[in-house]
């Protein structure tokens, strides 16, 4: 089973928040690292953009396939992380630590409440498995 830490909320489409008063840091999950395979690049959002929850906002690329990366919280990216563009794998090695991929300045703190919690994401993997 991957590693799906309890403090973090998650997307049904595997990308992962941790939310620090009104910022997100937002990932991918370990489950979608492992099935994506090893990465060989990932397309953040451009820092200042205003994302929507839902929206595709980043591209992430294996030795496997392509795949979009969804927003979580609606707001503007405020940082990303740009270890990334030259070291894709970290999200392979780290995914909840130095894999992160973009923080956002979150416009509507109720949207929180409608992410997954770590039970109910563990749910949803076993459900693919």
């Given at each position: 089973?991957?590693?799906?830490?309890?403090?973090?909320?998650?997307?049904?489409?595997?990308?992962?928040?941790?939310?620090?008063g009104?910022?997100?840091?937002?990932?991918?999950?370990?489950?979608?690292?492992e099935?994506?395979?090893?990465?060989?690049?990932?397309?953040?959002?451009?820092?200042?953009?205003?994302?929507?929850?839902?929206?595709?906002?980043?591209?992430?690329?294996?030795?496997?396939?392509?795949?979009?990366?969804?927003?979580?919280?609606?707001?503007?990216?405020?940082?990303?992380?740009?270890?990334?563009?030259?070291?894709?794998?970290?999200?392979?090695?780290?995914?909840?630590?130095?894999?992160?991929?973009?923080?956002?300045?979150?416009?509507?703190?109720?949207?929180?409440?409608?992410?997954?919690?770590?039970?109910?994401?563990?749910?949803?993997?076993?459900?693919?498995?």
């Amino acid at each position: 089973m991957s590693n799906v830490p309890s403090e973090l909320k998650f997307l049904s489409s595997h990308e992962w928040v941790l939310i620090e008063g009104d910022v997100a840091t937002v990932g991918v999950s370990d489950y979608a690292q492992e099935s994506l395979g090893d990465l060989v690049f990932v397309e953040l959002p451009e820092v200042g953009s205003v994302i929507a929850a839902g929206d595709s906002v980043a591209v992430i690329e294996s030795v496997k396939a392509a795949s979009d990366s969804y927003a979580p919280v609606s707001g503007e990216v405020i940082e990303v992380n740009s270890e990334l563009e030259d070291s894709p794998e970290r999200i392979n090695d780290d995914p909840y630590g130095d894999g992160w991929m973009y923080r956002v300045k979150m416009e509507d703190l109720d949207e929180v409440g409608e992410l997954l919690d770590a039970d109910a994401y563990i749910d949803k993997i076993a459900d693919e498995e």
